[in-house]
């Protein structure tokens, strides 16, 4: 069973409509390198003119800190197979400023024929900040832990709801959570993503109706700051789970719009007809979509972050659907998370190409893995991608991202099939896709169950499921959990944690045979070096790998399916 967590894209058609699309009319997207520019650097920004359109000339108009007027330049064309003709390129380079500065920028075209003026990206507004630090220094070697409030764990010695469908509210509180820290820290976790707490009468929390306080079922204000407390105290901080998109339809600003044709808040939403027709997240009409460049809109979220950040003390923000706002928004979301809390984490949920995903370098510290998460699931877990092209993949994708691009990794979410499921049961390719997983730069996240075999009888994709709620099954605890499993994942984390090369160090592949499924990599930094064997076949592989450096030859004794770890 083969599947595609890029959802349309996994369509060629769909993917050559939308690269078709790309190079249409006056397209800026960001393009913008370095994304967060050093004082005194001139950041340079590149802007695509679609075939057939008569550009005469190209200003980039800064807006803020003052007002500076750009002539662009035209560069090379490129020829398009898609749209089967040239594209035009303008470049310029923007003057420096000074550290702290927010940038505020627009790309206006004049057409040849007619003499209008054309807007890039339909007068999109960017922005980027000068000097910013980049990720905090306790990013890179974080192991973080995703924790699905409801589904985790009832707290207090309480039991699990009687339930009849997986949407039901299985009864796991803030309370749980904190029941279960030590739980969390011993296996060796640095970090917690808590997935939504805000008020909602859905399970998974993502309706919310208040950016400001707890939903009841789960717990209180009281228990969220305790939360945070007890998870300092033991060396492990908080991600919250940041959606600025949308939220629900029950939230008094949307409540009020919906009503009051005259409403104060009316202009927070994007109306097709007013009141019938909204737009919402993926046309689902719980979810309308905010206005994030409505000035009272945007603030209602800027103070939200600065409360939990700054008043409640969480550590940072894994970003919902962050390619939905416009990134400007996204601009002041860090200016504000970074002034109550300097060394914030923010990646965001991105889930576009690589290179779409370079957009937002200096609006987040990185994006979520989402190609190696496809890679690592179709290769040790489908079976639909071969150890030759993983490899081949790996090395160009590494080598793709800059050094200070974070790039969290996973197996598995709240919102796909659980690894397990398209491993067909099979827990030997499990383990062994999460060696490949916690040797591989990018800080790991683990979902909360897969360290214990949490499993679901059928994919959210087939017929008679119960959609997205099929990976949602409660956590496992006691004699349910699989304790071989529970080993691995500690001895796994513990490696990590030992040995600063495998997240800091350079990757090389030194032996690929696809063919008998065994594969060898090596991590080195100035302090160590550590070689990694991977056997994706159901025979025993014994390789030899002779190291230039040293001298020395190393053995690797792989049973099936397996994976071991050498000191080099």
């Excluded at 999109?124 to 890179?140: H, K, L, M, R």
């Excluded at 805000?198 to 109706?209: I, K, S």
């Excluded at 990794?409 to 491993?423: K, Q, V």
């Excluded at 730069?441 to 679901?456: L, R």
Aim: some cysteine; charged content about 20%.
């Amino acid at each position: 069973m083969a599947e595609a967590l890029f959802g349309r894209m996994a369509n060629p058609n769909t993917r050559a409509s939308a690269a078709r699309q790309r190079v249409q009319g006056i397209q800026h997207h960001r393009r913008l390198t370095p994304g967060s520019p050093a004082p005194g650097e001139s950041p340079r920004i590149t802007v695509t003119v679609g075939p057939g359109i008569p550009v005469d000339d190209m200003v980039c108009i800064i807006t803020e800190p003052e007002v500076v007027v750009m002539p662009m330049v035209k560069a090379r064309p490129e020829w398009d197979l898609l749209s089967w003709g040239y594209v035009g390129e303008w470049v310029v380079n923007l003057p420096p400023f000074t550290a702290g500065s927010i940038v505020r920028y627009q790309i206006r075209a004049t057409d040849r024929d007619s003499g209008d003026y054309l807007w890039a990206d339909d007068g999109e507004t960017y922005s980027y900040i000068v000097g910013d630090s980049g990720p905090p220094a306790w990013a890179q070697p974080a192991i973080i832990y995703q924790v699905f409030p409801d589904r985790f764990h009832p707290g207090q010695g309480r039991e699990w709801n009687a339930t009849k469908h997986l949407s039901d509210i299985y009864g796991g509180t803030l309370r749980g959570v904190i029941d279960h820290l030590d739980y969390i820290a011993n296996l060796g976790f640095t970090v917690i993503w808590l997935n939504p707490f805000f008020p909602d009468a859905t399970h998974h929390g993502y309706h919310a109706t208040d950016y400001f306080t707890v939903n009841p079922r789960l717990g209180t204000m009281d228990d969220v700051r305790e939360l945070v407390d007890k998870a300092h105290a033991r060396g492990v901080r908080l991600l919250l789970d940041f959606v600025g998109n949308h939220w629900g339809s029950n939230h008094p600003t949307f409540q009020d719009a919906l009503t009051n044709p005259d409403s104060p808040y009316k202009d927070w939403y994007f109306w097709r007809s007013y009141p019938d027709d909204y737009v919402a997240y993926f046309d689902v009409s719980d979810l309308p979509k905010v206005n994030v460049d409505h000035p009272a809109a945007r603030d209602y979220l800027l103070r939200s972050v600065a409360f939990w950040l700054g008043d409640v003390g969480f550590d940072g923000l894994r970003l919902d659907h962050a390619d939905g706002p416009s990134t400007d928004f996204w601009t002041d979301v860090r200016a504000v998370a970074r002034s109550v809390r300097p060394d914030a984490w923010m990646f965001g949920e991105v889930v576009r190409p690589p290179d779409q995903q370079l957009a937002y370098s200096g609006l987040f510290d990185g994006t979520l893995d989402f190609v190696l998460g496809q890679a690592l699931r179709n290769t040790f877990g489908a079976g639909t991608m071969t150890l030759a092209e993983f490899d081949a993949l790996l090395e160009r994708h590494e080598a793709f991202f800059p050094s200070t691009f974070n790039r969290p990794s996973f197996l598995d979410n709240h919102d796909m099939d659980r690894f397990l499921l398209l491993a067909g049961g099979d827990k030997r390719k499990l383990k062994l896709a999460a060696l490949c997983q916690f040797t591989l730069g990018g800080p790991p996240i683990v979902y909360n169950g897969t360290e214990v075999g949490v499993e679901q009888t059928i994919s959210m994709h087939e017929p008679g499921s119960q959609g997205m709620e099929e990976c949602r099954q409660p956590m496992l605890w006691g004699d349910d959990q699989d304790d071989d499993l529970y080993a691995y994942f500690y001895y796994l984390i513990q490696l990590r944690r030992a040995h600063p090369v495998l997240w800091r160090g350079q990757r090389r592949t030194v032996f690929l045979d696809s063919s008998k499924g065994v594969y060898v990599y090596l991590r080195e930094d100035n302090t160590e070096r550590m070689l990694v064997g991977l056997n994706l076949s159901e025979k025993q592989r014994d390789v030899a790998i002779f190291d230039d450096a040293t001298g020395i030859t190393h053995f690797f004794q792989l049973p099936p399916w397996s994976g071991d770890i050498s000191l080099a």
